[in-house]
């Protein structure tokens, strides 16, 4: 029973689980959590600035969300079809989810954009999705920002009229299926205004996959079967990382795929290291995380991992107190949502 899923459950009003972005970036509300006082204050964002201290380093992802839905036909017989890019295979082969599946098969053709785009089948998923080789004119790129749509989470049924607030405004690496959204906090201002503090900002990449969305369906946690996705850090940022701890600075850790970049690299390693790879790490209780002194992250899903890692950083019973007291106070929820920093 320890480890039971339904410990992570709670009720989350619908009419919590915000749609769309608030006009300005920065003007969310912050729960301010402390670990060891066990206490909880309600903040403007923007009061961030006071949390931290001269030293300390944010930690960020600036992974870039793809335009990764598209729409075509099949070219053979019109019917219409729905794609996901999940994983880049090679070049122009593309690991993906299709709706409807079943009715393509290998050598199907699809067609984008009146065959400004097209693809064929080249292979099936044991889990069903497809792998699809893309043909085009130009550079790929360019051909999906033309003709991909933002996929926007499954709980947020607004259309976004400006694809730019799903993306954190120093995204930069091509790549994910899904904002690392803890970071669509931050306006240029609000990071030059704390690098003028003192407090340093160092860049990850974590290509955050659609699993992260996925809430746990198996009983008992440690069941689980986490998905893997890609990361990358480099030297200059391992060492500077590594001087922050050895002079007795903070990691603050902008959102849970930062985390689990940082915690992946410790785990192996147990410093900062320059590193790449696919990383499958499952942060729950009651393992301790190594890597990361504070955390900022949104208000997440019932029963997902995500729930999980922050419980392990803070406490399973102090967290979910904390997301009671969220949802009295009226905090806006999930993707476009408000705000937590832990420390």
Known sequence: MAHNI???????????????????????????????????EHHHFTDITSFLKPGDCLVLNDTRVLPARLYGVKAETGGKVEVLLLHQQTENEWEVLVKPGKKVKEGTVLSFGDGLLTAECTGVKDHGG??????????????????????????????????????????????????????????????????HQGIELAYITLHVGLGTFRPVAVEDVEQHE?????????????????????????????????????????????????????????????????????????????????????????GKDFILDAYQRAIEHRYRFFSFGDAMLIL
């Open 6 to 40: 339904d410990q992570y459950d709670f009720d989350l009003p619908d009419e919590l689980i915000a749609q769309v972005p608030l006009e300005d970036r920065t003007s969310s509300r912050l729960m301010v959590l402390d670990r060891n006082k066990r206490t909880v």
């Open 226 to 314: 986490m998905h893997a996705e890609f990361y990358q850090i480099d030297q200059p940022t391992a060492d500077q990382l590594n001087k922050v701890k050895a002079a007795g600075g903070r990691i603050i850790s902008v959102g849970t795929t930062s985390t689990r970049t940082l915690e992946t690299i410790m785990r192996d390693h147990e410093r900062f290291v320059e590193a790449r790879g696919w990383t499958d790490i499952f942060i729950y209780p009651p393992h301790p995380l190594q890597a990361i002194d504070g955390l900022i992250t949104n208000f997440h899903l019932p029963k997902s991992t995500l729930i999980m890692l922050v419980s392990a950083f803070a």
């Open 130 to 195: 497809r792998l699809l080789a893309f043909s085009y004119e130009g550079i790929f790129l360019e051909v999906l920002e033309a003709l991909g749509e933002m996929p926007l989470p499954p709980y947020i049924k607004e259309q976004l009229s400006d694809r730019e607030r799903y993306q954190t405004v120093y995204a930069k690496e091509e790549g994910s299926a899904a904002a690392p959204t803890a970071g669509l906090h931050f306006s240029q201002d609000l990071l030059a205004e704390l690098q």
